[in-house]
């Protein structure tokens, strides 16, 4: 199952619309809900949050380190999964009578 389709299942499930705002980390347009790269610490570079990434000489790099953002999305994915989980296990809990 790939993380489009979790995304899918889980914003169709829960009804929540996913809209976009400017990112408070890196200004771009982002989906509510999801996980920056600038927005947690680096874990190549170790710069904190909200810093650019370091080349070894000290430089600011422009493009965020690939194990930074592959970080972001892996939080993504489980934050998706979780919702998937609790919304399964609410159904399944659910002993109360239709009410429809
Ligand atoms: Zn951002
Ligand atoms: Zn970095």
Known sequence: MSGEELERQASGE???????????????????G????????C?????PAGDS????SGHRADVLHAARVALAEERDRRA????LDRLSGAADDDTAPDAL
Do not use: F, H, S
């Open 80 to 83: 998706a999964l979780e919702a």
């Open 53 to 56: 990434c370091r080349r070894p």
């Open 34 to 41: 999801t996980t920056c790269p600038k927005g947690i610490e």
């Open 14 to 32: 829960t009804g929540y619309v996913r809209r976009r705002e400017a990112c408070p980390w890196c200004g771009g347009l982002a989906l509510v």
């Open 43 to 47: 874990p190549r570079c170790g710069v």
